[in-house]
């Protein structure tokens, strides 16, 4: 797994129409995220401390979940263009109601349940939504398909709680 670094440098690529994050390089990571879905488009912005923890944040919630290290990687660099980002509209109809009394928290692995179910990253949270990363691809309550990577901001009444058993060597 790559470790984040000041060397890794943000931009904004008008030829790929894509948020880009140089690791290496020789390395390169694309975002699925146009210049439509941000706030503003980088230029030559190395990543800072904070986004570093971030990373490290959320690979350590995304380790709940057995999947292959290129894959959390694939997620952790995708969920650290959430700063990025325009706030949405929520598209809480489209999930059915999760868990009464769930509270999703910021880098929560959650569930959302629309015809489908799928695993989602809490990017952030306030008092009535939250945004949510799609770890894989959902059918709506309207049939409508969400494909994995995409952020979607639904109420916290739509989200359930991520049930889990965590394998002994994460119990220490």
Same mark, same amino acid.
């Given at each position: 797994?790559?470790?984040?670094?000041?060397?890794?440098?943000?931009?904004?690529?008008?030829?790929?129409?894509?948020?880009?994050?140089?690791?290496?390089?020789?390395?390169?990571?694309?975002?699925?995220?146009?210049?439509?879905?941000?706030?503003?488009?980088?230029?030559?912005?190395?990543?800072?401390?904070?986004?570093?923890?971030?990373?490290?944040?959320?690979?350590? !919630?995304?380790?709940? #979940?057995?999947?292959? *290290?290129?894959?959390?990687?694939?997620? &952790? =660099?995708?969920?650290?263009?959430? $700063?990025?980002?325009?706030?949405?509209?929520?598209?809480?109809?489209?999930?059915?109601?999760?868990?009464?009394?769930?509270?999703?928290?910021?880098?929560?692995?959650?569930?959302?349940?629309?015809?489908? !179910?799928?695993?989602? #990253?809490?990017?952030? *949270?306030?008092?009535?939504?939250?945004? &949510? =990363?799609?770890?894989?691809?959902? $059918?709506?309550?309207?049939?409508?398909?969400?494909?994995?990577?995409?952020?979607?901001?639904?109420?916290?009444?739509?989200?359930?709680?991520?049930?889990?058993?965590?394998?002994?060597?994460?119990?220490?």
């Amino acid at each position: 797994m790559f470790t984040p670094s000041e060397q890794w440098i943000w931009h904004y690529c008008s030829e790929k129409a894509r948020l880009l994050l140089d690791i290496t390089a020789t390395a390169q990571f694309c975002s699925p995220f146009s210049a439509a879905q941000l706030v503003y488009q980088p230029h030559q912005q190395p990543l800072t401390m904070a986004e570093a923890e971030t990373f490290w944040a959320i690979d350590h !919630s995304l380790q709940q #979940l057995d999947m292959p *290290a290129a894959v959390r990687l694939e997620l &952790c =660099l995708t969920a650290l263009c959430g $700063s990025f980002l325009q706030q949405q509209a929520h598209k809480s109809w489209y999930f059915q109601q999760g868990s009464a009394n769930t509270v999703a928290a910021q880098y929560d692995v959650v569930m959302l349940r629309g015809l489908s !179910s799928q695993y989602a #990253l809490v990017l952030s *949270a306030d008092s009535d939504c939250a945004n &949510c =990363l799609l770890l894989g691809d959902i $059918s709506t309550l309207a049939g409508k398909n969400i494909a994995r990577l995409q952020v979607v901001r639904v109420l916290h009444n739509r989200v359930s709680a991520l049930n889990v058993s965590i394998p002994y060597r994460y119990s220490a």
